[in-house]
T-cell receptor, first 113, second 109 residues
Framework: DAGITQSPRHKVTETGTPVTLRCHQT?????MYWYRQDPGHGLRLIHY???????DKGEVSDGYSVSRSKTEDFLLTLESATSSQTSVYFC????????????FGSGTRLTVV | GQNIDQPTEMTATEGAIVQINCTYQ??????LFWYQQHAGEAPTFLSY????GLEEKGRFSSFLSRSKGYSYLLLKELQMKDSASYLC??????????FGTGTRLQVFP
């Protein structure tokens, strides 16, 4: 299996607090992505990165920021968590050929109370 | 937008064949993927189509018609462990994947 890990696996936080989720890969892949998955919506792209310090917004980026200071790490920050950000967050990586699509991390279940 | 449509739920019997359809907008199409996702787990890659036709991989096959904006995933000899959600995803122009909402398949004995 591809080396991709997410931390934490579960988190409960209070409304208004900042939260950072971490994605770490050992595959040296250039492309990394953050998705959220909610019932009835499927996987929706939050932010993505094409390389170190090279990031861009996805379709649901409001309230989120990302950073990629090293190839192996892609951080997702909820600047001020809201209940609407309660979700399962998946990180994904893809290799240069693209023919195998993405490899996903195990996910982070975030609950904002 | 780039709507990707697939049925919300399907049911089938163990040993049967089931076909899960996916339709998408064709402009900018650059590849279609199917993923399997068991409850509480991450999606895992099943198949990839970029040219028209059928790709077969064991009990699973995936078909693509680019002109019609249509794909299907065919699961044969269904097993209980095939109960899962099946996600259709399309790559448009860039490396980003756009996902459908998924089809939840329940296999009954």
């Amino acid at each position: 299996d591809a080396g991709i890990t997410q931390s934490p696996r579960h988190k409960v936080t209070e409304t208004g607090t900042p939260v950072t989720l971490r994605c770490h890969q050992t595959e040296n892949h250039r492309y990394m992505y953050w998705y959220r998955q909610d019932p009835g919506h499927g996987l929706r792209l939050i932010h993505y990165s094409y390389g170190v310090k090279d990031t861009d917004k996805g379709e649901v980026s409001d309230g989120y920021s990302v950073s990629r200071s090293k190839t192996e790490d892609f951080l997702l920050t909820l600047e001020s968590a809201t209940s609407s950000q309660t979700s399962v967050y998946f990180c994904a990586i893809s290799g240069p050929t693209g023919g195998k699509g993405y490899t996903f991390g195990s996910g982070t279940r975030l609950t904002v109370v | 937008g780039q709507n990707i449509d697939q049925p919300t739920e399907m049911t089938a019997t163990e040993g049967a064949i089931v076909q899960i359809n996916c339709t998408y907008q064709t402009s900018g199409f650059n590849g279609l993927f199917w993923y399997q996702q068991h409850a509480g787990e991450a999606p895992t890659f099943l198949s990839y189509n970029v040219l028209d036709g059928l790709e077969e991989k064991g009990r699973f096959s995936s078909f693509l018609s680019r002109s019609k904006g249509y794909s299907y995933l065919l699961l044969k000899e269904l097993q209980m462990k095939d109960s899962a959600s099946y996600l259709c995803a399309v790559r448009y122009n860039t490396d980003k994947l756009i996902f459908g909402t998924g089809t939840r398949l329940q296999v009954f004995p």
